[in-house]
């Protein structure tokens, strides 16, 4: 993973309460066997018809909302089955941030495990970020701050998880870097046994 800081992007508001990983990405895109190509099935049946051609009316269509990496979200966003897919999919096609008033929970830990940023925030803030959506936003994991216009919005997170986002690390990363403690550990018990 790469290491988190700071994202400044514009914003693509979803406006749709309790979507669920199915809709995030369709259960028939889930045999590829890497973490990544998930992109082009994001929130597919919203985007495509039946004939593969776009749905002009869904937001990630619009040419106006390209290479923006940050989504927010209303409220219990990646509910419905743990597929981890779901989050490989909003990171394959670019968001390194999701902001909301809620997330399902087994959708908001797989978020650390591939390296997206997932902000939970008041339903005051989500409003105005809906609001001025138009506006660039900044988000800022070392201070723990949304930034737009002249607002600065703080957000709480485990003070574990911040630390393996800011050194790019999901779970196996961070138990590797004790890699030598771990063999002379085993190494030591293993004396011991016989």
Avoid at 25 to 53: A, H, M
Wanted: one cysteine or more.
């Amino acid at each position: 993973m790469k290491a988190f800081k700071k994202v400044k992007s514009q914003i693509i508001p979803l406006d749709i309460a309790n979507v669920d990983t199915d809709q995030i990405i369709p259960k028939q895109f889930l045999k590829l066997v890497q973490k990544n190509g998930y992109g082009n099935y994001l929130f597919y049946e919203w985007r495509f018809n039946s004939d593969g051609s776009s749905k002009n009316a869904f937001i990630l269509n619009n040419p106006n909302y390209e290479d923006r990496e940050i989504l927010l979200v209303r409220e219990n966003f990646g509910c419905g089955s743990s597929r981890e897919h779901a989050v490989w999919a909003l990171f394959d096609y670019g968001f390194k941030v999701v902001l909301g008033p809620s997330f399902a929970d087994i959708f908001y830990n797989n978020c650390f495990k591939t390296g997206i940023l997932p902000i939970v925030l008041g339903q005051s803030d989500i409003e105005y970020l809906f609001s001025n959506s138009e506006d660039f936003v900044e988000i800022d994991l070392i201070e723990q701050r949304v930034d737009i216009n002249k607002r600065s919005i703080r957000f709480q997170i485990d003070p574990m998880r911040k630390m393996m986002l800011l050194k790019g690390l999901d779970e196996i990363g961070f138990t590797l870097q004790f890699e030598d403690s771990i063999a002379r550990y085993e190494k030591q018990r293993n004396k011991r046994i016989i």
